[in-house]
């Protein structure tokens, strides 16, 4: 079983920045692709960020040029920087992590843009 937990959330001010860190532990073979997800409040999760082991990246449109996905492979973490936040950007943010073939995810992490 592989545990993933995410940290990093909080309130912060348009404009703002925050740093969401995601870790995997337990029994990890290799994990692929870990990537991250965000819901807000009556819409569906949607694909923010994907980062896979070799660094191969992609994100989704709505945060290209603002957020920036990155990953430990040896410590089974990834990362996710995020500047010039928006009220938009408010959610729970979710980090899933791959291993051979099972995906696994973590509890969530609320980022709540106001001022």
């Known amino acids: 079983q592989v545990q993933v937990v995410e940290s990093g959330g909080g309130l912060v001010q348009p404009g703002g920045s925050l740093r969401l860190s995601c870790a995997a532990s337990g029994r990890i073979f290799s994990i692929s692709i870990m990537a991250w997800y965000r819901q807000a409040p009556g819409k569906e999760r949607e694909l923010v960020a994907t980062i896979t082991r070799g660094g191969r990246i992609n994100y989704a449109d709505s945060v290209k040029g603002r957020f920036t996905i990155s990953r430990d492979n040896a410590k089974n973490t990834a990362y996710l920087q995020m500047n010039s936040l928006k009220p938009d950007d408010t959610a729970v943010y979710y980090c899933?992590?791959?291993?051979?073939?099972?995906?696994?995810w973590g509890q969530g992490t609320q980022v709540t843009v106001s001022s």
């Open positions: 899933s992590s791959s291993d051979s073939g099972t995906t696994y």
